[in-house]
């Protein structure tokens, strides 16, 4: 049935999917999720009558949470064994000039490879309050194809040497910095509001 929906709708599904397994693993009742952060969010409204259905709805949670757990082994994923530096491919391999054909199979190589290598970044940074959507990084893949055909032609041509990689490069930061694949739900300690360096980094 996934096959039939468009790139586009599925990529967009994913996104809101991961939000709502964050939603559900916030609400755990054993306080393996961050039950401040859903205090928080729902501090505005009144109080919940009865905490016995509050604990049965955080139970309720927790099943779903280790289902969802379950159900994802089984499903066959394309994520890297290893991810670090080294998983990331070239930038020819992510945005081959001329082959219409193969432009679908990179797009969706350079989000993968992008979504994991940035968790596997956020990991190591210690941050845990950021949501990544895979389709801003098929955005961002679209407006390099789009605005920057001419550096991702030169970066292709023979001869091509680190001034092209360097401005094909700065183009593809400036992009991510426009789409902001990475959305944090609060600002970070030691970073001040609204600041790009935690972004660049």
Sequence with gaps: MLRQISEDVRVNLKDRLREVREI???????????????????????????????????????AVDEALSIAEAFVPHERPIKVDGTTVKGLGTYFPVGIEDRQLDAERLFRRDMYYLTKAVLAGLNIDNARIHEADFAA???TMRKRHGDLLAALAAPGAGLQAIAATCSALLVECLNQRPV????????????????DIS
Excluded: N, W
């Excluded at 961050?34 to 016995?52: C, N, V």
């Design 183 to 198: 959305r944090f739900a609060e600002t970070v300690p030691g970073t001040p509001a609204g600041g790009r360096a935690l």
């Design 24 to 62: 559900i693993r916030q609400s755990r009742h054993d306080g393996s999720g961050d039950a401040s952060i859903l205090r928080e969010a729902t501090s505005h409204l009144p109080p919940f009558p009865g905490k016995g259905i509050e604990g049965l709805l955080s139970h309720a949670a927790s």
């Design 140 to 142: 961002v893949h679209a």
